[in-house]
């Protein structure tokens, strides 16, 4: 039928595409965890040795790879209610219908989310040096201590986070506004004829109906939090003593600073398993979600 | 009057968070005329003595970055011309053309989804330099062949183009190819624009892939180049901010220039059906 | 938009597409342009040094590409990797054993034999041999490179001290009189977190290798670098020297002229910049002195950089022309002029200002004592372990006795596939 043959002639090109530089290397991405390829493999492929699940019984052994994970766990588990707060808070000021100048307010607060992530971070490392930094400078004039945010271990993934929920507010900002936007207006009416005050208002009516958006919204922003690495790349290059040291940091490291290949591709399986994980969990909440 | 106190603490609240949101990106642009030096003094200066362009003079001059402005230009127009060619046929037929399998593929590609790209970075590195096109154009360009994201923006567009107006073009007796040119295209005009401002926003701000595969300097993007000189220039503040606003400035005009194309992006990828 | 207009847009698009893409042909320069890689400030010297070069080879352009020292050992491994090395790069002597390992690095004796610009015999041979691996000569040396004291020989004479120290004891003395004079704001020394190389060099001070078994094993439970760590860590102990990495103290220079520290154990080109970037009041204020060791003088790193060759460059015997340049006597006497780096030729030592200019003077002297570091491609791993254990160390992560096992077993693991290859050769 020619409707059928011009349906494959015209997904062909992108399934090639997707074929060759996709799926094949996701196949030798595995092939490689299972082997030692490293430097000296890279020179002679004689030296290369199959060593079967050796790599990912070398990743439970270093301690490195367990700080990446607790860094990386930091990161999400704090970032995330953070990020989504700040989101939820600027939608609902930007739902309410006494808020001016809204378009202004919507490019604004979304601006820092098209920025170039290796640009503001090179800009935030400024803003957090410890002595000519602004932020210290305006938390000294409320009279606290300037902070080494980028130099002592306790502060430097906490400064991420507050670059990182700058940065990514806006997005989330936009879909819980159209989430918002979607909630029937009747219900407000009827609750404010209840005698509903605004906070009640919220706590009933917006939180409950927008909570499946909000629960997508937050495992999404999840997995993406869980893919944390310019900003350790270029404000701390993983340290001070690699306590900014991510699951992709500790791969890229791995992989392209020291060229053990086959131990780097262990670490890219184990943060897809992650993924995987956080993709089911998503599954089952929409599928919750239609039930509904 | 309540009324009017709500009024104020909203709109008060709206702008204060919009000034802090905006400040670091003001204040990058300040940085950037300062004297050098300027900016590393006690108390940190917000608004510089006597504005000068020589950063931005000693940024094109002896650190080059015309270059990478060019480079970056070249990949990101590249990216988006090839995602356009390439995801746009596909996500028509995902959406109009009946075939054979045509749902499970789809439905295997969404699976795809879930394997974070980094995974292929190492692979397909090697495979790159077995074809001679690691530190090339054509490497960089390589993830954006196609995307299964686009793919999935096109064809969620596409469901919204009524069956008839495509069964009656072929009443006519015009060929799918002639079909999809003159009769899809025009009416698919809004998620181009969609899918070519979030390509090249996407390959603009790119960092990890051309930092792997882009080693000469006269080959690097901006971002690449600009964490580069970063490491280097550690000390130069000013410059920095120069290079910062040289890389945030294009993309930011794009984006207030077809902010509603972007949002609609956003909106249809995350509402996913 | 009219059906003509619709295909005019699907031309062009598969036009740009095409054009993309062919400019990926378009990346590797023209045949007469050598690429050369150099680090941070030898790369912005290079220039300088370039324009009679190409005066003299007309037809021949060299292209120079800078890297920070913070990225180059990545970017050169990458650029292996991806075959996309230069003609022609500097680096460090310590990474040529990796490179050789690698394959990458084209064999230059026969070159050096039929050079007439560049003779073996008037390099320091410990030098010299730093660049030979397996028996064959890899690179030939451009600068030579050391790690010694810069110190504030006001505040020291305030604290009451007219020389600098020459054993350790005395070096902790002086430390701790700087100490009380500055107060408690205020460093002796600055030993930054994110460098090895001051641990490194007085680790090369104690009899003990710091690998043991042609490199098989870590050696760092040995007595003498228990005795280097202890001594070093005892310096953070006492807050002899602040817990920061280089990153954290805004501008080294800047904080030398207020006193922050005032010992400070660097290389070569900290002459130049300590002459350019301090004040001119303190330029009398600063003085080098050679590393004290446990009993007396000590020893340090045998560093410094060399010129090599890719094997996969196709345009060698123009870097060729471009190494033989950079070795002779005359552009070495300029490449110091303006860098401070040390020449690794003697016959450019007996130039008069380098005889004459009083800083240099105790580099030569700690020339006579410096030691390889050990010749394994795993080693610059190595040395970014020690530093990590060090940092976590200073910041109370890891106590300090456990933390040399856990160093040897990290090292041991490293150098695993090292021990089989080895195995793997002597056993046929």
Known sequence: MKASRAGWLFVAPAMVAIAVFFVVPVAAALAMSFTDFDIYALADIGNLRIVGLDNYAWLLKTPLFWQALANTFFFVLVGVPLSIAASLAAALLLNSPLARFKAFYRTALFAPVVTTLVAVAVVWRYLLHTRYGLLNHALASIGIDPIDWLGHPQWAMPAIVLLSVWKNFGYNMIILLAGLQAIPKDLYEAASLEGASWWQQLRHVTLPTLAPMLLMVSILTMAAHFQLFAEPYVMTQGGPAQRTVTVLYFMYEEGFKWWSLGSASAVAFVLFLFMFGFTLLQLRVARYKEAM | ?273 | MTHADRATWTRRAWLGAAAALGTAACTRGDNRTIRFWAMGREGEVATELLADFEREHPGVRVRIEQLPWTAAHEKLLTAFAGDATPDIAQMGNTWLPEFVALGALEPLDQRVQASPDIDARDYFPGIWDTNRVQGRLFGVPWYVDTRLLFYRRDLLAQAGFAAPPRTWDEWMQMLAAVKRLVGPERYAILLPLNEYDPLVALALQQNEPLLREDGRFGNFRSEGFRRTWRFYLSMYEQRLAPPASSNEIANVWNEFARGYFSFYISGPWQIGEFRRRLPAALQSAWATAPLPGPHGPGASIAGGSSLVLFRRSRRKDAAWQLVQYLSRPAVQQRFHAITGNLPPRRSVWDHAVLAQDVPTLAFRDQLERVVPLPKVPEWERIATELRVIVERVVHGDVPADLALAELDARVDTMLEKRRWLLDRRAGG
């Open chain 2, 1 to 273: 009057m309540k009324q009017r106190w709500s009024v104020l603490a909203v709109n008060a609240t709206l702008a204060v968070i919009a000034a802090l949101t905006l400040f670091p990106l003001l204040w990058m642009v300040s940085a950037s005329l300062m004297a050098s030096g300027e900016a590393s003094t006690f108390p940190p200066p917000l608004v510089p003595r006597a504005p000068t362009l020589a950063n931005y003079r000693e940024l094109f001059a002896s650190a080059g970055i015309g270059r990478q402005v060019i480079n970056s230009l070249l990949v990101s127009v590249g990216a988006t011309l090839l995602s356009l060619a390439f995801n746009l046929t596909a996500g028509y037929a995902f959406a109009k053309l009946r075939f054979a399998g045509r749902e499970r593929l789809f439905r295997t590609l969404l699976g795809a989804l879930v394997i974070p790209a980094q995974v292929t970075m190492m692979p397909l590195f090697l495979m790159l330099k077995q074809m001679g096109l690691v530190n090339s154009y054509a490497g960089a360009l390589v993830p954006w062949l196609a995307s299964v994201f686009g793919i999935f923006l096109v064809r969620q567009y596409t469901l919204s183009i009524p069956d008839e107006i495509i069964e009656a073009a072929r009443m006519d007796g015009a060929g799918e190819g002639r079909i999809f040119i003159a009769v899809v295209l025009p009416l698919l005009k809004p998620v181009v624009v969609t899918l070519s401002v979030l390509t090249f926003l996407g390959a603009w701000n790119d960092f990890m892939w051309p930092l792997i595969v882009l080693s000469d300097r006269d080959l690097q993007t901006l971002p690449v180049a600009l964490a580069g000189l970063s490491r280097e220039h550690v000390q130069d503040t000013e410059l920095m901010m120069a290079g910062a606003v040289v890389t945030v400035l294009p993309v930011l005009l794009l984006f207030l220039a077809l902010q509603r194309h972007y949002m609609r992006g956003l909106l249809i990828g995350s509402v996913k059906g």
